[in-house]
C-alpha cells in the first residue's frame, strides 16, 4: 500500500489506498480514477461550489485516511486529508473527544514535518487555540500552502491543502454573481419605474450600498451614471478610477 504523502513541489497528494489528486483533477476525472470514484458528493447549497467526501482513501499506521475534496465548477481549490484516530464504532458528536482530536492533530503535525522540513519552514498561523488541541501550522509554496489546521467552531482537524489564491478568487466570482442575481431581481420587480430619473438615482444609491461599482455599470448603464447617484444624494464625491 502506497504512503500518505503531500509534494512539496507542487502540492500532489498521494493517497494511501493509490489515489493521487493534484491541481489539475476535475469532478470528471475524480470519477473516473478507481482510487477516487467512490467519492461522495454533496454541496452546502453554493453552487457552483461542490464537495466530495472519500472515506476509504487508505490507512496510515492502520487508522483510516479520509480526504474532502472542494472545488468551484471544474476547478480544484482545495483537500482536506485527515488521518482519523476514533474508533471504528465512533458515530457522531456523542463520540467527539478534544483528545482524540489533539492526537489527530499532533500526527497531523508530525506528517507535514517529515514532508517539508528543511523544503519550507512551519509558521504559526493566528495567536489563538481555545480548544487546547494545537496551534495552526503552515508551510508556503510558490503552487499554495499546506497547513496543519483544528477548527474551533467545526470541530474539525485536518491538514489542508490550498492550490494558489484560486479560493479567495472563487469566493470573489460567487459573491459578484450573487450580487448580479439580487440587483437584476429588484430591477426587474419595477420595470414601469426604469428610466425614471428619479428611480435611477435610487436605484444608484441602492447599487453603492450593495455591490461594487463594477456590477453597479452594468444596471445603470456605466459608471458615470452611478456617480451621478451616488453624488446626487449626497454620498459625495467619488472618483471615476473607484469605478472601473
Request: hydrophobic share 40%; charged share 25%; net charge negative.
Amino acid at each position: 500500500m502506497a504512503e500518505l504523502h503531500v509534494s512539496a513541489t507542487d502540492g500532489r497528494i498521494e493517497l494511501p489506498n493509490g489515489g493521487v489528486i493534484g491541481a489539475v483533477l476535475t469532478p470528471p476525472l475524480l470519477a473516473s480514477s478507481p482510487a477516487l470514484r467512490d467519492a461522495r458528493e454533496w454541496d452546502a447549497g453554493t453552487r457552483p461550489f461542490m464537495h466530495y467526501d472519500l472515506r476509504n482513501a487508505g490507512t496510515h499506521d492502520g487508522r483510516p485516511v479520509l480526504a474532502r475534496l472542494s472545488f468551484h465548477e471544474a476547478l480544484l481549490l482545495r483537500v482536506h486529508v485527515t488521518v482519523s484516530h476514533y474508533p471504528p464504532e465512533a458515530k457522531g458528536w456523542e463520540s467527539y473527544s478534544l483528545e482524540i482530536e489533539s492526537a489527530a492533530k499532533a500526527c497531523h503535525d508530525e506528517l507535514c514535518r517529515g514532508w517539508f522540513d528543511g523544503l519550507a519552514r512551519a509558521k504559526r498561523v493566528g495567536s489563538s487555540d481555545p480548544n487546547g488541541v494545537g496551534p495552526a501550522l503552515e508551510w508556503s509554496f510558490d503552487w499554495g500552502t499546506v497547513g496543519s489546521y483544528h477548527d474551533d467552531r467545526g470541530g474539525d482537524t485536518f491538514i489542508g491543502i490550498a492550490y494558489g489564491n484560486r479560493l479567495a478568487e472563487a469566493q470573489r466570482r460567487y459573491r459578484r454573481s450573487e450580487q448580479r442575481r439580487d440587483i437584476a431581481r429588484t430591477w426587474q420587480a419595477v420595470p414601469a419605474l426604469r428610466g425614471d430619473q428619479t428611480f435611477d438615482l435610487a436605484a444608484g444609491a441602492f447599487l453603492f450600498g450593495v455591490a461594487d461599482f463594477a456590477v453597479a455599470g452594468d444596471f445603470l448603464g456605466g459608471a458615470q451614471d452611478v456617480q451621478r447617484a451616488v453624488v446626487a444624494l449626497g454620498g459625495g464625491e467619488v472618483e471615476l478610477g473607484e469605478l472601473a
